[in-house]
């Protein structure tokens, strides 16, 4: 298979607009043993605009719950919610493979207001 045909299909600018990415704060993180795949259940504030929301994120091999709290997170704000096992999952926390394809969570450099949307 050539590179150019495992590339995703384009998109336009106003496709991209569609899709609603905020900054958060994790205010909680608690280990979800009921997940099929090692997660932690997340409680994360986006502010007054979008309020408090949860996600279930399989993040347990390069974060712990202790260094999650009061951390920084990008996440999908505008997806339906998700029901996972016992758990419904409202927004989807974003992050990329490790070198073992490991998620690693994206994370703001530096602290900016919490609901700052993506752009």
Known sequence: MDQASTRP???SFDDFLKVDIRVGRIVAAEPFPQARKPAFKLTIDFGPEIGTKRSSAQITINHTPEDLVGSQVLAVVNFPPRQ???FMSEV?????PDPNGD?????????????G???
Request: aromatic fraction near 4%; proline fraction near 11%; hydrophobic fraction near 50%.
């Open 92 to 96: 989807l926390t974003l992050g990329v």
């Open 103 to 115: 998620v690693m969570l994206i994370r703001p450099d530096r602290d900016v207001p919490v609901g």
């Open 9 to 11: 299909a384009q998109i």
């Open 84 to 86: 996972i096992g016992p």
């Open 117 to 119: 949307r993506l752009y």
